[in-house]
């Protein structure tokens, strides 16, 4: 088998430790591994299995030689350094926004748009985790019924936010006032993820509308979101209302869930069988559940998924896009 020239960009945030201790999981076809992070962090000893690798700063022709690079480091670090990665010859999979809305990039949920990357450009771009796991189940219901219609409300773990999240709402549950949050995401949720826009939609929610668009196919899909950070540590969950083209059975639409590679059904209400945030730590299955008729439209579908917003909605999501170009013969 083939080994590869990685690179992993951001390696020391809570994303680019995932890359690595994934890459290790997946027995990756690492042929050398190269891990860069910012100026501060230049110098830090990170292990990788068995190993100890030294991170550098990014720099011109630091990329020379690499033949896929993961990026995690924000959408700065990728405006400027994924064409670099790039031009060298790289594959990128860049999981920051930076690039998922440019035309020609490919923004790709492996599972279920693998054939929009054409290699026109490199960069692939990874989807906003709220994105990745409400697509997954949505693709088999658009392939069966068709979609006329998806209305997101999301309830997002503070992991979603980084370090900064996660010891936001340790701290507050110590009592400590909150530093990263505007209010103390221990005793409520917050219906604001990223900053408003003049329209009332934060940027979270505007990134869910024109990803679901361009993932699934459809430009002028009707989609509309509301995102709100939980006192949840990790994995998020979305309820998902779907107006559906054509009438179907709750039967017809577990099966269609159950066909998708990547998904798990929970489905067993009476029992409390239904997606939790505890059951989809540390996996990278799409969990659905609480599967009914929305009783407000003949041919509307109500449904919850939950996701680890760290592997599935980042770091998992990448290598798997890099794992299936490398068997298409992409890379």
Partial sequence: MKKYDVAVVGATGLVGSTFLKLLWEYKFPINTLTLFASEKSAGKKVKYGDSEYTVKKLEKGCFDGVEIALFSAGGSVSKEWAPEAEKSGAVVIDNSSAWRMVKECALIVPEINLNHFDGARKIVANPNCSTIQSVLPLKP??????????????????????MKGKNDLARTLKGEAPEFYPYNISETCIPQ??????????KEELKMVNETRKILGIPDLPVSATCVRVPVMN???VSIMVELEKPFTLEEVKKAFESQEGIKVLDDPKNSIYPVSTVANDNDLVYVGRIRRDLSTANGILFYCVSDNIRKGAAANAIQIAKALIKEGKI
């Fill in 193 to 202: 993820i990223d900053v408003f826009e003049d329209n009332g939609y934060t």
């Fill in 235 to 237: 994995a998020h969950a």
């Fill in 141 to 162: 219901l658009n392939d069966v019924f068709g979609i006329k219609r998806v209305v997101y409300s999301t309830y997002q773990a503070v992991s979603g936010s980084g």
